[in-house]
């Protein structure tokens, strides 16, 4: 019978088998994927492997955290964290076009990878890091050969998708899986629960969930929000229910509100819980009213900037998932 382990043992020996005595490096997202293949491959080869996080200042409350800390603890992977937040911020300054943001942080992404490979590789006396893991899964895999779809339609961006032409050889344990499977492999190898469950969340960040400038300003509003709206879905237990809530800051609209005795000018966020089984298609979340109430008033009450809440109820089609 096929079971989780013998998957694990028998991805173990195919990449002690590919990897030799040879060295390779993982650019980790916090994601699913990448956290399982990372740590498959550790279990195959150990110290040879290095996980690179690159924090690009477009994550959410508490992921750098979940990453160095829960993630090193659960499998005792080498990591190490490139500090790029100025970097990132410096290149998307003025920048308000979508496709233009997800380029700039796709582009940008790629060099510090790739200098901190040099680094890395300096550090080893000069020794390259012959191998490059990727998460790619069964259903990566059919898509990019399927070629039409929902890949013309935004630029992509997956952290860890680095372009053919890097001078790696790839090592793709999860290539024969479904995102179920990934999951009980992680599960199998002891990761977190908060990392095997995960729900989505784009390579690009809060860089595309910020409808105007992204700037140190707006990413730590559209931050606090997001926060509490994960907090508040996660304490009425509906994380498993939906399959992921977007939190979007309209940075570019202001409306009037009234706080106290106080006139506010402010911008509205827009929470967009959807339903979906793969992504190509998605349905509008019905939270409970309460759960909405709830979020409405702590976000409008905690975050100072922001004087309005509003639900998205489009499906996929006509919206997309992602406002940008
Ligand atoms: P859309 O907005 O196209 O999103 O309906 C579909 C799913 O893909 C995620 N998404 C991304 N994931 N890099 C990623 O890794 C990206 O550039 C990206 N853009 C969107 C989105 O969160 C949703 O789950």
């Known amino acids: 019978q096929w079971t989780t382990s013998s998957i694990v043992e028998e991805q173990v020996a195919r990449i002690r088998e590919q990897v030799g005595d040879g060295k390779a490096i993982c650019g980790l997202s916090g994601g ?57 911020l410096d290149a998307l300054a003025g920048v308000t076009d979508p496709e233009e943001k997800r380029k700039i942080i796709g582009r940008e992404f790629i060099r510090v990878f790739e200098q901190a490979e040099l680094d890395l590789q300096a550090e080893a006396g000069g020794d390259k890091y012959r191998f490059l893991v990727q998460g790619t899964l069964y259903p990566d895999v059919v898509e990019s050969g399927g070629g039409a779809g ?6 992509h961006h997956n952290v860890g998708g680095l372009p053919d032409d890097l001078d790696f050889e790839l090592v793709e344990p999860l290539r024969a899986l479904f995102k179920d499977e990934v999951r009980r492999v ?36 559209l931050r606090s929000a997001d926060a509490i709206a994960r907090e508040e ?33 402010g911008h509205p966020v ?22 909405l109430e709830r979020v409405s008033t702590r976000i409008t009450n905690e975050v100072a900037e922001v004087n309005r809440v509003v ?14």
């Not at 990761?191 to 910020?210: A, C």
């Not at 827009?270 to 759960?291: F, G, I, K, N, Q």
């Not at 109820?313 to 998932?321: A, D, F, L, M, Q």
């Open 32 to 88: 699913v994927d990448s956290a399982v293949a990372a740590a498959l491959v550790h279990r195959a080869i150990g110290d040879r492997l290095t996980c690179v996080f690159v924090d690009h200042g477009l994550l959410r409350a508490g992921e750098r955290a979940q990453v160095e800390r829960d993630y090193v603890t659960a499998t005792g992977v080498r990591l190490v964290t490139v500090d790029a937040r100025e970097r990132f």
């Open 150 to 155: 929902a890949a013309n339609i935004k630029s």
């Open 186 to 221: 992680g599960l199998e190898l002891g990761l977190p629960e908060t990392i095997v469950h995960r729900q989505p969340f784009p390579g690009p960040g809060l860089g595309i969930r910020i409808i105007g400038e992204v700037n140190a300003t707006n990413l730590e509003i």
């Open 233 to 265: 879905l996660t304490a009425a237990g509906l994380d498993r229910d939906i399959w992921q809530c977007p939190v979007v800051l309209l940075a570019d609209v202001r409306s009037v509100g009234v706080q106290g005795d106080g006139r506010t000018y």
């Open 270 to 291: 827009v929470l967009r819980p959807v339903s979906s089984e793969d992504a190509m298609t998605a349905d509008w979340t019905r939270l409970p009213y309460d759960v």
């Open 311 to 324: 639900l998205d109820v489009t499906s996929k089609p006509p919206g997309t998932i992602e406002w940008e």
